[in-house]
């Protein structure tokens, strides 16, 4: 008997941070991995050089997931990139603006909507035609989609709340395909969006009941696991991998 095909991943946002280690993670357990990006080329190569030291497939592809044909288009050459099909969607690409309220310029609200949803809103619809049956998809959310722990959130907060409604909305729509739809709330994690060593780091660690920043491969064992075959029955489900900052 032959042994079953790779899976084939496709991670938003995978050239650094949280995005790079799930994409590593991800080949580690077997699967052909692209991943996007939109300004960082080399860090991409890289992250697709150490998913090739695994003995998978790897695959950088540049686009804007604030553009729709980018966001939608991704899909497709991931299907014709890595082999012709898709098992895993990790929508992770996302910024982060914080803020008081009446700060924000309308250019500033359509961009970071465009990336923290439509974007992903559109790089799902484009998956959801292909993803083979037992699919997976897993959201990146964020702790502050939860509980607001303190003033400055209301954009990002609104763009990852909408993910959690994407999310359930999604399982009731795929669940008869097999494909099931979860998302993960990071808390304070440690990378180039929110450095442990930054100005409101030690803020962030005291709020949570570990009193810590967690690693990227902290969150990306959570989404190895919901892109598993042994979580089949888990879909529409939320996940804090956030120290208990949820607590
Ligand atoms: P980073 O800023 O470290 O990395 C962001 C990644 O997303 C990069 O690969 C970047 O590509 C990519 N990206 C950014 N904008 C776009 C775009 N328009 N189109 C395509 N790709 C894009 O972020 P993190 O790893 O910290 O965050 C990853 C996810 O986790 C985000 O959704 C974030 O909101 C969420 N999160 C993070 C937390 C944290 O504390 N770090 C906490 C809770 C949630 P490039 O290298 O080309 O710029």
Same mark, same amino acid.
């Given at each position: 008997?032959?042994?079953?095909?790779?899976?084939?991943?496709?991670?938003?946002?995978?050239?650094?941070?949280?995005?790079?280690?799930?994409?590593?993670?991800?080949?580690?357990?077997?699967?052909?991995?692209?991943?996007?990006?939109?300004?960082?080329?080399?860090?991409?190569?890289?992250?697709?050089?150490?998913?090739?030291?695994?003995?998978?497939?790897?695959?950088?592809?540049?686009?804007?997931?604030?553009?729709?044909?980018?966001?939608?288009?991704?899909?497709?050459?991931? *299907?014709? !990139?890595? =082999? +012709?099909? #898709?098992?895993?969607?990790?929508?992770? %690409?996302? /910024? $982060? &603006?914080?803020?008081? @309220?009446?700060?924000?310029?309308?250019?500033?609200?359509?961009?970071?909507?465009?990336?923290?949803?439509?974007?992903?809103?559109?790089?799902?619809?484009?998956?959801?035609?292909?993803?083979?049956?037992?699919?997976?998809?897993?959201?990146?959310?964020?702790?502050?989609?939860?509980? *607001?722990? !303190?003033? =400055? +959130?209301? #954009?990002?907060?609104?763009?990852?709340? %909408?993910? /959690? $409604? &994407?999310?359930?909305? @999604?399982?009731?729509?795929?669940?008869?395909?097999?494909?099931?739809?979860?998302?993960?709330?990071?808390?304070?994690?440690?990378?180039?969006?929110?450095?442990?060593?930054?100005?409101?780091?030690?803020?962030?660690?005291?709020?949570?009941?570990?009193?810590?920043?967690?690693?990227?491969?902290?969150?990306?064992?959570?989404?190895?696991?919901?892109?598993?075959?042994? %979580?089949?029955?888990?879909?529409?489900?939320?996940?804090?991998?956030?120290?208990?900052?949820?607590?």
């Amino acid at each position: 008997s032959s042994a079953p095909a790779a899976r084939t991943a496709l991670v938003t946002g995978g050239s650094r941070g949280i995005g790079a280690a799930i994409a590593l993670r991800l080949a580690q357990d077997g699967a052909d991995v692209a991943i996007t990006y939109v300004a960082n080329e080399d860090a991409a190569q890289e992250v697709v050089r150490k998913i090739e030291a695994t003995g998978r497939r790897g695959l950088a592809l540049r686009a804007d997931s604030a553009d729709p044909a980018d966001a939608a288009g991704v899909v497709e050459r991931t *299907v014709a !990139g890595l =082999g +012709g099909r #898709l098992d895993i969607l990790v929508n992770n %690409a996302g /910024i $982060g &603006l914080l803020g008081p @309220l009446e700060y924000f310029p309308v250019a500033d609200v359509g961009q970071l909507l465009a990336v923290n949803v439509q974007g992903v809103f559109l790089t799902t619809q484009a998956a959801a035609t292909k993803l083979a049956r037992g699919g997976r998809i897993v959201t990146i959310g964020s702790c502050m989609a939860q509980r *607001v722990p !303190g003033p =400055g +959130g209301t #954009l990002y907060a609104t763009s990852k709340a %909408a993910l /959690i $409604g &994407l999310t359930k909305a @999604l399982a009731r729509e795929l669940g008869e395909r097999g494909i099931t739809a979860n998302i993960v709330h990071p808390g304070p994690i440690d990378t180039d969006m929110n450095p442990a060593d930054g100005p409101y780091a030690a803020g962030q660690s005291a709020m949570t009941a570990l009193g810590r920043f967690g690693a990227a491969d902290e969150v990306a064992s959570m989404v190895a696991f919901l892109s598993s075959d042994e %979580a089949a029955y888990v879909t529409g489900a939320e996940f804090s991998v956030d120290g208990g900052h949820a607590a």
